[in-house]
């Protein structure tokens, strides 16, 4: 969608970067973003229309049980507003049930339009705080709207952000299979309770992860993206998990864990040019049995929020 696209004056275009949660480590508390993207180019119409173009257009250009448009015309109702028609044109690059942070990169256009087109006067914040409780957890929704990496937190409906840029010469491979997995699905492998030396672990390696990224320690990310709350549980369901996950500290490549929920994998490259090193050892590593995209994206620093003239047209 080019951005020197015609688009009335009360029109609003929006850039949602794709995400990767958890990073290992930091389960529903961390998250970055990347330089895909679900752009966004609205307008009021008579009626409500969707032109969808990249990928599961089919899926996201379906005018009933849209999630964009259900929740603009729910945040409308709750908020005493009209409800606006929309002519939406849309063009996503994030892959859906795959780990990328669809959803809430979804759930944020949706609460941006409404507050847009409803008038409501919310700040970043609250569109944040918003986004934030439908999708229900902070991780994804912050790196989106914030862009870099992110450890976040909830305090009631407060959403609590610390924000860094990731390093610059850092990549991303994101391995992405065939089949999508649902997030409620991923969830429903966790156990209640954990051993206390799993938590142990986990606390330590999220402390180092968020250091990893603000002074670009290379000799960290391993030992940070290491995880027993989640990926372990996770496995059966990520055959892509436990073929990938040795390669961490060898071709270039920092770190690796699951991207999100899953089923995709992160994997963290050290820079530009290891990146067919390491995407090498990742085919040799699947050994052609698992049928798989390799995608190679950069760490994106601005967010959504960034590709709002400003918080007055939101």
Not at 99 to 106: E, H, K, Q, T, V
Not at 126 to 155: K, M, R, Y
Not at 238 to 263: D, F, H, K, R, T
Not at 272 to 301: N, T, V, W
Request: aromatic fraction near 6%; charged fraction near 20%; glycine fraction near 8%.
């Amino acid at each position: 969608m080019s951005e020197d696209s015609k688009m009335r004056p009360d029109g609003l275009r929006l850039r949602l970067p794709a995400t990767s949660a958890n990073l290992g480590a930091g389960f529903d508390t961390a998250a970055v973003a990347f330089d895909f993207y679900l752009d966004i180019e609205a307008e009021p119409a008579a009626e409500f229309s969707i032109a969808a173009t990249g990928r599961n257009q089919e899926y996201i250009g379906r005018l009933e049980n849209n999630l964009i448009l259900e929740i603009y015309k729910g945040l409308l109702q709750s908020n005493g507003k009209p409800v606006i028609p929309l002519a939406i044109r849309m063009n996503n690059e994030i892959p859906l049930g795959m780990g990328c942070g669809s959803s809430a990169a979804g759930r944020l256009a949706a609460v941006a339009l409404a507050v847009h087109f409803g008038r409501l006067g919310w700040t970043s914040e609250q569109i944040l705080e918003e986004a934030t409780a439908l999708e229900g957890h902070p991780d994804n929704v912050s790196a989106c709207w914030l862009g870099g990496f992110v450890a976040a937190a909830c305090e009631g409906r407060t959403v609590h952000v610390a924000r860094v840029v990731p390093p610059a010469e850092w990549w991303a491979i994101v391995v992405l299979p065939a089949e999508p997995l649902a997030t409620s699905k991923a969830r429903a492998m966790l156990p209640d309770c954990y051993a206390r030396e799993d938590v142990v672990t986990n606390i330590q390696s999220a402390a180092l992860l968020g250091m990893a990224f603000a002074q670009a320690r290379t000799d960290l990310l391993r030992m940070a993206m290491r995880d027993r709350i989640h990926q372990p549980y996770r496995a059966s369901s990520c055959p892509m998990l436990l073929p990938l996950l040795p390669l961490a500290g060898e071709y270039g490549i920092l770190g690796a864990a699951l991207s999100g929920a899953g089923p995709s994998i992160l994997l963290i490259v050290e820079s530009e040019a290891r990146l067919p090193e390491a995407a090498a050892a990742i085919r040799k590593a699947l050994d052609g049995q698992i049928e798989a995209e390799i995608k190679s994206c950069r760490f994106e620093s601005a967010g959504a929020v960034d590709s709002v003239d400003s918080l007055r047209t939101v």
